[in-house]
């Protein structure tokens, strides 16, 4: 049972446009999301999460949204760059019912970004 | 600093050979993860430990074993390897575990099982 859904393996977007990476989760018990990212051969590394109590954060380029009454949050990058091309991948944890901090990682989506 | 160190970063094992992944943070974390990924597929939670000398399973971890008997080391033992125990490895750091903090990630070990 996928508790975390990325349904779009693989993006290409242009440079310099927007990119949109979707995510679904089916626990109503996860209040905390994040994202990574992954570079071939390295380990992910952080990029923006969001708390359930916001529907909105914003890092430069990154802008996290999410719809709780959805179940879904999504990653927008303006403007898009090739050094932006990697695999995404979307986590959720349920913070509340402990502290353990464990992830639940989606499938990922492979980003490309065309110069 | 070098954050969260993995080794080897890739092994060939016979099926039934055994091996332990290693694992080591210098940042003062108490809570480390192992996670493996498969071929397009998440990273899933196989072990962690909130800090020396406790450890608890995660949703995958039937074929291996952990030990934590210092704050920065966190090694990942398999004792019989098989087939499926062919993944990329992950080891992850965080501070205590609490209020979502970050997972600092190491490079990973690519395991081949033959």
């Known amino acids: 049972d996928q508790q975390v859904k990325q349904n779009s393996p693989s993006l290409s977007v242009q440079e310099g446009r927007i990119s949109i990476l979707n995510c679904d989760y089916t626990n109503s018990m996860f209040d905390y999301f994040l994202w990574y990212k992954k570079y071939p051969a390295e380990g992910p590394t952080f990029l923006i999460s969001i708390s359930s109590i916001k529907d909105k954060n914003e890092d430069g380029r990154f802008t996290v949204f999410l719809n709780k009454s959805a179940k879904h949050l999504s990653l927008h990058i303006v403007p898009s760059q090739p050094g932006d091309s990697a695999v995404y991948f979307c986590?959720?944890?349920?913070?509340?019912?402990?502290?353990?901090?464990?992830?639940?990682f989606g499938t990922g989506t492979l980003l490309a970004v065309q110069p | 600093n070098a954050g969260v160190t993995q080794t080897p970063k890739f092994r060939i094992l016979k099926i039934g050979q055994s091996m332990t992944l290693q694992c080591t943070q210098d940042?003062?974390?108490?809570?480390m993860y192992w996670y493996r990924q498969d071929p397009g597929m998440g990273l899933k939670l196989i072990y962690y430990s909130v800090g020396a000398g406790i450890t608890d399973k995660g949703e995958v971890p039937n074929g291996y074993n952990v030990s934590r008997s210092t704050t920065e080391d966190f090694p990942l033992r398999l004792e019989l390897a098989a087939p499926s125990q062919t993944s990329v490895y992950f080891c992850a750091s965080t501070p205590s575990g609490t209020g979502g903090e970050t997972q600092y990630f190491g490079p990973g070990t690519r395991l081949l099982v033959l």
């Open positions: 986590a959720a944890s349920a913070l509340s019912g402990g502290a353990t901090n464990k992830l639940i």
């Open positions: 940042m003062n974390h108490n809570y």
